[in-house]
């Protein structure tokens, strides 16, 4: 059973920057794609970005270039640098990992971007 926990959300103000991590209490190396969902109040929960096992990155159009994904294998962590955010990027952000068709979550961490 993969365990994922993020950290490093917090208030900021738009225009600001944060950094997300997301540390595996397992090697990541294995896992097919690790990425972010995030869940605003009231709305669905929305993709906003992956990275593959072999470094392949994708993100939604409403975070392309401003957020950037990366993973360290050798820290089992996948970091996700958030820059000139909007109070639209407000919402719970979450970790998974996906792994020949398992997904496991984090419990999520809270983005709140003020105007």
């Known amino acids: 059973q993969v365990q994922l926990v993020e950290s490093g959300g917090g208030l900021v103000q738009a225009g600001g920057s944060l950094r997300l991590s997301c540390a595996a209490s397992?090697?990541?190396?294995?896992?097919?794609?690790m990425g972010w969902y995030r869940q605003a109040p009231g709305k669905e929960r929305e993709l906003v970005t992956f990275?593959?096992?072999?470094?392949?990155?994708n993100y939604a159009d409403s975070v392309k270039g401003r957020f950037t994904i990366s993973r360290d294998n050798a820290k089992n962590t996948v970091y996700l640098q958030m820059n000139s955010l909007k109070p639209e990027d407000t919402a719970v952000y979450l970790c998974?990992?996906?792994?020949?068709?398992?997904?496991?979550w984090g419990q999520g961490t809270q983005v709140t971007v003020s105007s």
């Open positions: 998974y990992s996906l792994r020949m068709g398992q997904i496991h």
């Open positions: 397992g090697s990541i190396s294995s896992m097919n794609r």
């Open positions: 990275i593959t096992s072999g470094g392949t990155t």
